[in-house]
């Protein structure tokens, strides 16, 4: 049945997170430090929203772009909150982030056209590049700049065929950031060269000592950048899928039709959902969301020392909610570290390669659990470490 597999579809790799995912989920007495989702439950008065938009009988297709309302509030959102104004008219509400990047990818990708992205970086732009024909090309970022885009590393990858970069910050897997000025540094590149940003703002409101600044809200780039953004991180609500995309009209244009005939529209009681999230999130100077950044900031703190503590180089993350720690200084790489983790200790993170090849000596560990848990598994990657130097 080969014959009938695309070769784009066979030659993608499976996923390096839903790998590890998936064994642990078998696992007795396992913790997973794995898959990015928060441990919070979704504010009571979203869930409640959905369930009022369902029992008054809202179970109908919306709109291909999404509730008006919803779009008004989006469009209202990334004005107050970071600065860049869109017409909800331009605004298009996806089925989560990752229908985002997808949807972006198709419509501006040629063949043979090149994309930069930043590597380590999330696992799903390389292969929504190569599935809508284009080539990704990784553009390394370490940890001695703050894995940041930096503009010299953007020239040495940039040739005639470059069409877009992706700017995935606040970062996952690293928790890197990009300040207002850093990202003012790289302008004047994008800008030669005459480049589409991608923005991916998916953890906007996870930053720690400091608010997070959108490449769209500085002079002249909202014109060339497609903000990609959603409710799962900030809000909870990984299992509502719902996001959205702000970006120029003609990128819209082409996303909207893609869309289209491909979702239809994202489901009607998430959107009914998300629009009761930011309306109470105005109300209350996002109260829910602040206590959820300042926990997860504990957690931050408390893994950082840790991995350092044990002789573990670790980055500090100022946003998302992963640690990146190198475990270099053992002679291994991070699949290594991962596979040997999960058998002796039942811990399970993810090989940094997963990420890209900048990551080889690395392991992802998210800290959106317990600190229960975060106490326990640090218990356990110590001892093994100490068994690993023992050998």
Same mark, same amino acid.
């Given at each position: 049945m080969r014959k009938f597999v695309n070769s784009k579809a066979e030659n993608l790799k499976p996923s390096g997170i839903r790998k590890f995912f998936d064994i642990v989920s078998e696992m007795k007495d396992a913790i997973s430090l794995g898959v990015g989702e928060p441990d919070f439950i979704t504010p009571w008065n979203i869930r409640n929203a959905a369930v009022k938009s369902i029992q008054r009988g809202y179970t109908q297709y919306t709109g291909n772009r999404g509730l008006t309302a919803?779009? !008004?509030?989006?469009?209202?959102?990334?004005?107050?909150?970071?600065?860049?104004?869109?017409?909800?008219?331009?605004?298009?509400?996806?089925?989560?982030?990752? !229908?985002?990047?997808?949807?972006?990818?198709?419509?501006?990708?040629?063949?043979?056209?090149?994309?930069?992205?930043?590597?380590?970086?999330? &696992?799903?732009?390389?292969?929504? &590049?190569?599935?809508?024909?284009?080539?990704? &090309?990784?553009?390394?970022?370490?940890?001695?700049?703050?894995?940041?885009?930096?503009? !010299?590393?953007?020239?040495? @990858?940039?040739?005639?065929?470059?069409?877009?970069?992706?700017?995935?910050?606040?970062?996952?897997?690293?928790?890197?950031?990009?300040?207002?000025?850093?990202?003012?540094?790289?302008?004047?590149? %994008?800008?030669?060269?005459?480049?589409?940003?991608?923005?991916?703002?998916? /953890? @906007?409101?996870?930053? /720690?000592? =400091?608010?997070?600044?959108?490449?769209a809200s500085l002079p002249g780039m909202k014109e060339r950048t497609v903000v990609i953004n959603g409710f799962s991180k900030a809000f909870a609500m990984t299992g509502w899928r719902i996001g959205f995309i702000c970006s120029p009209p003609e990128i819209d244009a082409a996303v909207l039709k893609i869309h289209q005939y491909t979702l239809l529209c994202a489901s009607t009681a998430s959107q009914y959902a998300a629009l009761e999230g930011l309306k109470d999130g105005f109300a209350d100077r996002f109260a829910s969301v602040e206590a959820m950044r300042e926990e997860y900031n504990k957690r931050r703190r408390f893994m950082v020392d840790f991995f350092n503590g044990i002789?573990?180089?670790?980055?500090?993350?100022?946003?998302?909610?992963?640690?990146?720690?190198?475990?270099?200084?053992? =002679?291994?790489?991070?699949? !290594?570290?991962?596979?040997?983790?999960?058998?002796?200790?039942? %811990?399970?993170?993810?090989?940094?390669? @997963?990420?890209?090849? @900048?990551?080889?000596?690395?392991?992802?560990?998210?800290?959106?659990?317990?600190?229960?848990?975060?106490?326990?598994?640090?218990?356990?990657?110590?001892?093994?470490?100490?068994?690993?130097r023992a050998r």
């Open positions: 919803l779009r !008004e509030q989006i469009a209202r959102y990334m004005k107050e909150r970071f600065g860049a104004e869109y017409s909800p008219e331009h605004i298009l509400v996806t089925v989560g982030a990752s !229908e985002g990047i997808d949807l972006v990818m198709r419509a501006i990708c040629e063949e043979g056209d090149e994309i930069l992205v930043p590597d380590p970086g999330y &696992v799903s732009y390389f292969p929504c &590049v190569q599935l809508a024909g284009g080539t990704a &090309v990784p553009v390394h970022c370490s940890a001695e700049n703050g894995f940041i885009l930096t503009p !010299e590393a953007i020239e040495r @990858a940039v040739t005639p065929k470059t069409k877009a970069i992706v700017m995935p910050y606040p970062n996952n897997p690293t928790g890197g950031i990009m300040t207002k000025e850093q990202l003012e540094a790289i302008v004047p590149v %994008i800008e030669k060269h005459d480049l589409l940003v991608v923005s991916d703002e998916i /953890y @906007a409101e996870l930053t /720690y000592g =400091g608010k997070h600044v959108s490449v002789g573990l180089s670790c980055f500090e993350p100022r946003g998302a909610f992963y640690v990146f720690p190198s475990v270099e200084s053992l =002679g291994i790489a991070g699949e !290594e570290f991962a596979n040997g983790l999960l058998r002796a200790e039942k %811990i399970a993170v993810v090989p940094g390669d @997963a990420f890209g090849d @900048a990551g080889k000596y690395h392991v992802r560990c998210s800290y959106a659990t317990s600190m229960a848990n975060l106490d326990e598994a640090s218990r356990r990657i110590e001892k093994y470490v100490r068994a690993l």
